[in-house]
């Protein structure tokens, strides 16, 4: 099997790096097509199709059913790179695409049921335990409302998170034909993301169409088994949490760019005059450095955790921890970014269609999701350290 992984992995990283080369070629595209994703509230069907066609939406689901099974380091920096031309693409993309990995965990019959008759399946999601869930033979009766489903009027299947009657969660999948949208977002960032509401009305879901927390946990998916890819033995959590932060730092490194361009232009290209103010020589330089620092720990993180499963190790508990409340810091680290490049980048910068308030408004509407909260993750972190136990099973 280690020849197997050596054979399969060169060729697994040529594959990564020529779709991030095409990721990177549709940047005029996307950026292009930014004001549009914001003025209609959803990622404009070109982009969809660009993206499709690039093969992102595959880059995370499984070889047998058309996918490139990459490495998650080469996925995350696809979105950081969309998320430079427009962080609403990236966020909206990218959460449909990281689910391609959370159906390669379920049942068979449940990745059949979404991909059998189409590879190019889009899939949604909502994870908050607003489900209500009540037993019945063979499944569930499922109901209940969930908000911030992110580009879900480009998909065809959703994954809604509940709660049983014993209090364990699932997440539970459902077609198009079982729920219906509701035009809810309208938001002050993030416009272009089409995050609407999911409506269920007592529909019947089997079992096999669910996915367990305690498997996601444990490693213990029934979709996984002895000739998966190494890649589903990665801690689902670890995905999906990170895919809610990255397109900040993308977002953040346009911001600079931005900002760079807007003080030289005041400078009339006469650098010198920019040369002497330490004030935005720092701002640039702390600017980047967090940036760069954001960049290098989420690809450590993942380095890290491939690596152990290569060598046949269980990535321990008291690091996914850790990687759980990095991830949740990006928001924060990016708003710190983001406010003080705009607070020194001038009166333009105030008007509506401002390219960088966009990324401002961008960045902290991020913050709202509740994996960029970094107070209980930061909790569990210190604690866990102390000798108590783990309170987050989402890691």
């Not at 009540?134 to 994954?159: E, Q």
């Not at 990095?326 to 983001?338: F, G, H, P, R, Y």
Request: glycine share 8%.
């Amino acid at each position: 099997m280690n020849k197997q992984l050596t054979m399969e992995a060169p060729l697994r990283q040529q594959e990564g790096q020529a779709m991030v080369s095409r990721i990177q070629g549709l940047q005029p595209l996307l950026r292009a097509n930014a004001a549009r994703a914001r003025s209609e509230r959803r990622v404009p069907v070109e982009s969809i199709a660009a993206l499709q066609e690039a093969g992102f939406f595959l880059a995370l689901q499984p070889a047998r059913w058309g996918g490139y099974e990459l490495d998650p380091q080469d996925f995350f920096r696809m979105q950081m790179a969309i998320a430079e031309c427009c962080m609403s693409t990236a966020w909206a993309s990218g959460i449909v695409a990281v689910h391609a990995f959370q159906i390669a965990l379920m049942d068979e019959r449940a990745q059949r049921d979404v991909w059998g008759d189409d590879i190019h399946t889009r899939v949604s999601s909502s994870y908050a335990p607003m489900g209500k869930v009540t037993p019945v033979d063979g499944g569930f009766r499922f109901s209940g409302r969930w908000g911030w489903s992110s580009g879900c009027d480009h998909c065809s299947w959703a994954l809604l998170g509940g709660i049983l009657p014993d209090g364990t969660y699932r997440t539970f999948l459902v077609p198009r034909t079982d729920y219906r949208i509701e035009d809810t977002w309208h938001s002050m960032g993030l416009q272009g993301t089409g995050s609407n509401d999911i409506v269920v009305e007592d529909v019947f879901v089997p079992d096999y169409r669910t996915h367990r927390q305690s498997d996601g946990f444990a490693g213990t998916n029934p979709g996984v088994d002895k000739d998966s890819a190494l890649l589903y033995r990665l801690p689902w959590a670890q995905l999906f949490i990170r895919v809610v932060s990255t397109p900040a730092i993308g977002a953040a490194r346009d911001a600079l760019s931005l900002y760079t361009a807007l003080v030289r232009g005041k400078a009339s290209g006469d650098v010198t005059k920019l040369a002497e103010d330490t004030g935005t020589q720092m701002r640039i330089a702390a600017a980047r450095n967090a940036i760069e620092e954001m960049t290098t720990v989420m690809l450590a993180n993942f380095d890290a955790m491939m690596a152990a499963l290569r060598a046949g190790h269980p990535i321990s508990l008291e690091d996914r921890i850790l990687y759980r409340y990095q991830a949740s810091l990006v928001i924060e680290k990016s708003i710190e970014v983001v406010d003080a490049l705009f607070s020194s980048a001038g009166g333009s910068s105030v008007f509506q269609g401002s390219a960088i308030q966009q990324r401002f408004l961008d960045i902290h509407t991020a913050r709202a999701h509740v994996a960029n909260n970094p107070t209980a993750f930061a909790r569990n972190l210190g604690a866990v350290a102390l000798g108590a136990a783990n309170t987050d099973y989402f890691i």
